[in-house]
């Protein structure tokens, strides 16, 4: 079970981001604060959700949190400041556009770029250790799948419909026979003589 928050008596923000390791498209984040009570039984880290399960609960999320938002960065920039930057832009981003200002910061992972003057502690795995974390986690990860889903029929050859811009075998495969197109991180040298 999901522990509801780190400190029950200071507004907490959980932060998590989702697609560092795309091939393609931007990398999301979101920032949410939910209240020292929410529980619900499928609440978990996304990556041990199904599609179905994350939809079922990011409407949840977005009514019964106190604050929520979500931030993002394009490829163009992920290649220009790198990938590790673009994240903790990414999650500033989100942190910028909440309602409520949060006094505490749970980050998902083990480093962070700190915020304002905001107190925040990385936690590794935290989506799956705090329910504001793993909340994040599936608001950033359903934001960015339906954005990969938009972009899909751009260039469906690619099929981020299916994988949402990862390096699966499809999406290898589109890229040698293709080439790369302007959604791709080029400064991830994926190109075709490297398959």
């Known amino acids: 079970m999901l522990r509801p928050y780190l400190y ?3 507004t907490e923000a959980g932060v998590d981001e989702a697609g ?16 020292k009570d929410f529980f619900h039984p499928l609440l978990n880290d996304s990556k041990l959700l199904s599609a179905k399960q994350r ?3 990011r409407p949840v999320i977005e009514k019964e949190s106190l604050a929520f938002a979500v931030g993002e960065v394009c490829n ?4 220009t400041i790198n990938i590790l930057q673009a994240s903790y832009k990414a999650m500033h981003l ?13 980050i998902d992972g083990n480093r962070f770029l700190p915020y304002k ?5 990385c936690i590794v795995k935290g989506d799956s250790i705090y329910a504001s974390i793993a909340a994040a986690s599936i608001l950033a990860k359903t934001y960015r799948d339906e954005y990969m889903s938009t972009i899909h029929k751009e260039y469906s050859h690619y099929g981020w419909d299916k994988n949402k811009g990862y390096g699966t075998f499809t999406h290898r495969k589109a890229i040698e ?3 790369l197109c302007k959604y791709h991180r080029k400064s991830f ?3 075709a003589e490297e398959l």
Request: with cysteine.
């Open 117 to 121: 003057n905001i107190k925040h502690k």
């Open 177 to 179: 026979q293709n080439g």
């Open 76 to 79: 163009n920039e992920i290649d």
């Open 8 to 10: 029950k008596t200071k």
């Open 94 to 106: 989100a942190l910028d556009k909440l309602e409520k200002q949060p006094v505490q910061l749970l």
């Open 55 to 57: 939809e079922e609960l």
């Open 189 to 191: 040298n994926i190109f």
């Open 20 to 35: 560092r390791g795309c091939y393609a498209g931007p990398v999301f984040a979101a920032a949410v604060i939910l209240p």
